[in-house]
Structures are given as C-alpha cells and as structure tokens.
C-alpha cells in the first residue's frame, strides 16, 4: 500500500478540498486527484463524495480513514525508531505558535535546538491560538504552543511555561510602572486583538471575573494580534493587555512601558497542544525534552 496516497486521502479528509489538501502537501491539485484515483481504483470502491461544496467520504471512504491514520503512525514510528538506531536526530521539526511565545520565547529555544542538533531544520508559523490549534487538527503541524485552551475532541493540552498579561503603555505615559485601578483603566483608550487572540479571551474573562464588561472599555481599535496592537500602543493610539514576554525587549529599550491594574492578576501558562490520536515523533519529543530543560534553566 502507497503511504503517500493514504496521506493524500487523509489530507483532503481533513481539510474537505483538493485545492487545500494540495497547499498543504505542497503538490499540484491535479497530483491530489491522481492519488486518490490511484487509491480508489486499487480498492474498487468510490472514497469521497465530491458532490457537495467540502468534499466527504463515502462509507468505505470513513473505513478507510480510520486504518490509513493508523498507517500513517505506524510509518512514523518506524521512521523514529530507525533513527533511533542511528543514533541521529534529523528532519524538519515545524511548530505552530500564537503571538505569545512565538515573539522571542520559542524563536530562541529554536535556535538554540537548531545549534543543538545542526542536522535538524527549524519552522515556525505565527497565528491566531484557535488558528494554530485548527492546524494541529489538521495535521499541518505535530504541535502548538499557544496562550489559552479551547476545548476540542482529540487534542492533549500540556504545560510549557508560565506568562503574565500585562497593560502595555506607550514610553513615558504617567501609569508607566504603576498598579492603576479598574476606574483609571475604563477612562483609558483601549487597543483590543482580535477575535480568537488567546490574551484577549483571559482578559475578558477576568474582567467579567472582576465585575467588568468588556463593552464597558473604550475600545478605539481592534488591531489584529499581540505585535499589532503592540505597534498601535508605540504609536500612542491608546494602552492594550499583552504577553509580557512578547514585550520584554521593546520594555528593555524603552520603546513601550508596563503597568498593572488592581484586581486583575493576569497570569498564564503557554501550553503546548497535540492530537492525542499519535504519540509525538522522537524529533518533537527531543525538542519538547531540550526546550523545558532550558526554560529551567532560566529560572
């Protein structure tokens, strides 16, 4: 049996399109129809329904899904565990992540795994926390690590490392380095992320938590996600909660301040996100393992 037509099959499954499933394998979609027509025609039966605007699968297509998965694992499995033998740690390890830990915290452990082990190449893609985890749902990526859970069937939420949300200020504004209250933070200009943003939903619900709506701020501008709303606070539009590690170098140059509000200790932890249909490969295992030895490090 081709892996490579059952990971086909499994792709344009997940993602319900020819044309998507052939971005994310990085072919032609004329190659994606080839594949499953291959497939189709070594099984004798019809697969996937494309009558409807996503493409589904058939009965014997949701039959074949369920052992394909199991296929795939099996196959890395033993691509890990030859690898093992080897003694070698190779291959292309990509990591999804939200605007938190993909600023300075995860570009660095990657670095720094990357110096580790020089035979290993290194990717990550920054995005909304539900965007990075919808691709770890997908299987465009093994693993996320991302601000804020969301519940989902077949995913594994684990600790990183820990955060604290901060108001950012513009440099020099008066609160810089001050605890404000919740009075002075409705009577202030407010830069929210967007929709989706894990820091705006702990936010909010600590807000609600304090007595708050969030209608009740004066939101003059919803600005995309942390480095956005950052650019936004630098240009003094207004003052926005963000991950302090996404600010930490901005806050050391003197580009941006921090304050706190009363009654509002906004901490978090980043988490990493994972289907629990698979067991992580040996390279993300590896650098899971390097990445908390390093944050222990700092401690």
Partial sequence: ??????????????????????????????????????????????????????????????????????????????????????????????????????????????????????????????????????????????????????????????????????????????????TITIDELLAMPIVVQQEGSGVRSIVERALRAAGVRPRDLDVVAELGLQESAATAVEEGLGVSFTSRAAIAREIELGVLAEARVEGLDVRRSYVVVRSSAREPSRLTQAFLSFARDQLAARE
């Fill in 1 to 178: 049996m081709d892996t490579r037509q059952l990971r086909t099959f499994v792709t344009v499954v997940e993602r319900g399109s020819f044309s998507q499933a052939a971005e994310v394998l990085g072919v032609t979609q004329p190659a994606v129809s080839l594949a499953i027509r291959a497939l189709e025609a070594r099984l004798g039966e019809r697969l996937l329904d494309r009558s409807g605007r996503r493409v589904a699968p058939t009965q014997a297509g949701l039959a074949v899904l369920a052992r394909a998965q199991r296929m795939l694992a099996i196959e890395l499995e033993l691509t890990d565990a030859v690898r093992a033998q080897a003694g070698t740690l190779t291959g292309r390890l990509e990591v999804g992540s939200s605007t938190g830990p993909g600023a300075r915290l995860l570009p660095r452990l990657l670095v720094a795994f990357r110096r580790a082990y020089p035979e290993v190449e290194v990717a990550m893609r920054i995005d909304a926390t539900q965007t990075v985890i919808d691709r770890v749902v997908a299987r465009e990526v093994e693993i996320g690590v991302v601000g804020a859970e969301r519940p989902g069937r077949n995913l594994v939420f684990e600790p990183f490392c820990a955060d604290e949300i901060v108001l950012a200020l513009p440099a020099g504004h008066p609160a810089a380095g001050t």
